[in-house]
């Protein structure tokens, strides 16, 4: 009643009141459209290519020793020959063949300067000039190593902000000995993958004869001699009935002692080998019966024991102390694995100890005349070792001629009741095996007697103190003089100087002290395809001479590492100082692993893999689609860069 009344003011809903606000809301939201579809759009930085250009082609091929199988070889030719033909008119190519390591066959710039009409027949060649090798196989090596030169080559051609695709053709039979553990945890790039081309061999079957590194079996008579051997019968093997036999030196089977084995397919079994036909020259153990033969001939370096030259020096004319003598006979024991060749000696003459050849180790118990002396001390400085236990003040002038230091002195010792060895090196070579808590304890060793050296440079290097006793005065030192050693005991091992020899120490402590001085620990008679034998164990200053199983000789340095182990079969090493070493190479055990590999091993540790089939129907013409791909992926690439 106090308002006045009016009709409702009326408008028209399609009327557009603010059009600056409209328009700016659909500027907005066509930003927004634009800023995600970005990823959708070619940008300045996309690099068109010629419908040539597009893929960055590898072709990898296995030459291990399992391709050595039935038509394995024969079969990689023809598929090398069909992704070539294929290949006719790519830019960019190259070719490697692997096994334990890559071998450029061509690289992207060989391929480009081949004239096209020529270049299948002519890498073809190049292949079948590299045939298979004995060496195992290592997969991830292979892959890694052509991706680093995929990208190098993508570099120096300066295309690297040009995501073009890699193709990596891996033509193997994929055993399942084949390394491939050093994929795991790789990045490939989002432009690479593998297209694993496998071959099949005509049998499936097979076993393999290994042999084993564990020291061969012998009677107490030395009636038997066998090595100890491995056979192994693959999963998909349909047989499991085989025989070893030793092969004598015209390439014929020694019929007597054959072995029958029994193997169920997927399992290995350990057996002692026939008896070592003694009166015959053979190195080779065969297993018949497997329709694969790569691997079914093992080489056994003939046995040959160890033997050491220990030379006791109690020079004529002086009292002999038996005790010193009776001990280290005792000690030093042949066995049929190691014989040992005691040598006493009383004369006063160097003359007929330089005609003893290949001494391991000079024992000097007594005063030596001058000229033994200085003879011994040479014998040091080319390899030789001395153990000199100073029994008595009158060897002074024998230390201070094998020492090369006129000032030394020896003096006794003045000893209440009796010493203890005080303290121990257990880093030093002497006293490394002994290291274990179990037979660390020399403390109940009682020394009666011991000699102090007097004037004893202890700043010296190449000396060390190996053990001492309990009042600190050293009781074992060592010394290096050129290639070999000294080492110098304060005491006896004579019940009226200590207990030494009653000790259950002394014994390998005195083995440890014969091995010090040639390192036979290192020298192996069983090495693999391609492993490096280490030579530097080996006493010489000279060259060694290396000869392989085809006859050919080559010298070596001994502080260097022979890697030409590339033949199976028997290898021996000569040195001028009458050292000789013989040493067997055998395939890779893991070669005899001949079931495929599943290819879903290789893709779960990252590898990006495509059908074959659908790989080998590419051509330029039908990379179109790729192409928009590529640019799509490089695009997205760039886009993730951005944020």
């Known amino acids: 009643m106090f308002l006045k009344a009016s009709p409702p003011k009326l408008t ?27 990823p959708y759009l070619s940008s300045e930085q996309t690099i068109q290519l010629e419908s040539d250009e597009r893929v960055r082609h590898c ?11 039935d038509g394995l070889w024969e079969e990689s030719l023809s598929k090398a020959e069909n992704w070539l033909t294929q290949w006719k008119q790519e830019a960019y190519a190259s070719v490697y063949l692997f096994d334990e390591s890559i071998h450029q066959v061509v690289s992207f710039e060989d391929w480009s300067g081949l004239n096209p009409d020529i270049r299948t027949s002519e890498i073809l060649n190049r292949i079948k000039a590299q045939p298979p090798s004995w060496k195992a196989t290592s997969i991830d090596d292979a892959l890694l190593e052509s991706l680093n030169r995929m990208e190098e080559g993508a570099r120096e051609q300066e295309k690297e902000n040009n995501q073009q695709a890699w193709e990596l053709v891996v033509i193997s039979d994929l055993q399942s000995g084949s390394r491939y553990e050093g994929l795991r945890g790789q990045d490939w790039p989002k432009h690479a993958y593998v297209v694993f081309d496998g071959t099949e061999p005509r049998n499936s079957s097979n076993a393999g004869l290994q042999a084993l590194q564990s020291d061969w079996q012998i009677a107490e008579d030395e009636s038997f001699i066998a090595p100890r051997v491995r056979v192994s019968n693959a999963q998909d093997s349909d047989q499991e009935q085989f025989e070893i036999q030793w092969k004598t030196e015209d390439n014929s089977l020694e019929t007597n002692g054959n072995l029958p084995m029994y193997v169920t397919p997927g399992q290995t079994r350990i057996t002692t080998a026939p008896k070592w036909p003694e009166d015959q020259r053979v190195n080779q153990l065969v297993l018949t019966g497997d329709s694969e033969t790569f ?15 220990i030379v006791l020096l109690a020079p004529k004319g002086q009292k002999q102390d038996s005790e010193l003598e009776y001990y280290i006979e005792r000690a ?23 005609a003893l050849k290949g001494i391991d180790l000079w024992i000097v118990t007594r005063p030596l005349n001058d000229s033994v002396a200085e003879g011994l001390r040479e014998q040091v400085k080319k390899g030789g070792i001395i153990l000199m236990p100073i029994t008595s003040v009158t060897m002074q002038n024998t230390l201070q001629v094998i020492w090369e230091d006129p000032v030394l002195e020896i003096e006794e010792a003045t000893v209440t009741d009796y010493s203890l060895i005080g303290k121990i090196d257990f880093q030093h070579p002497l006293f490394a095996p002994f290291a274990d808590p179990r037979f660390s304890n020399f403390s109940k060793i009682h020394f009666w007697k011991h000699r102090r050296i007097l004037n004893l440079d202890l700043s010296q290097e190449e000396l060390r103190i190996a053990a001492y006793l309990d009042n600190d005065e050293p009781a074992i030192i060592t010394r290096s003089q050129g290639l070999g050693r000294i080492i110098l005991i304060s005491s006896s091992w004579t019940p009226k100087d200590s207990q030494l020899a009653l000790s259950t120490k002394f014994v390998p402590w005195l083995y440890t002290a014969l091995n010090w001085g040639r390192n036979y ?39 260097k590492l022979y890697r030409n182990t590339n033949l199976p079969g028997i290898y021996e090493i000569e040195a001028d100082n009458d050292f000789r070493w013989t040493f067997a190479v055998n395939l890779h055990p893991d070669e005899s692993r001949t079931s495929v590999l599943p290819l879903e091993t290789l893709e779960s540790l990252g590898v990006p893999t495509r059908d074959p089939e659908n790989a080998a129907e590419e051509t330029p013409e039908s990379r179109q689609q790729k192409a928009e791909d590529s640019r799509l992926l490089q695009s997205q690439e760039i886009e993730q860069g951005q944020k």
Request: net charge positive; hydrophobic share 40%; proline share 5%.
């Open 332 to 354: 030093f024991q042949s066995i049929p694995e190691h014989r040992i060749e005691l040598i006493q000696s009383q004369t006063e003459a160097w003359e007929p100890l330089a």
């Open 295 to 309: 691997d079914n001939t093992i080489w056994i370096a003939p046995f040959k024991p160890r033997t050491s030259r």
């Open 521 to 559: 620990q290192e020298l192996r008679t069983q090495y693999s395809i391609g492993e490096a034998v280490d030579l530097s164990s080996i006493p010489t200053e000279d060259k060694l001479a290396i000869r392989n199983p085809n006859g050919e000789v080559e010298k070596k340095s001994a502080d």
């Open 12 to 38: 028209r809903k399609s009327r557009i009141e603010h059009w600056f606000l409209m328009l700016l809301r659909c500027l907005v939201f066509l930003l927004l459209a634009l800023a995600f579809s970005r």
């Open 59 to 69: 072709l990898l091929i296995d030459k291990s020793a399992s391709m050595r199988r």
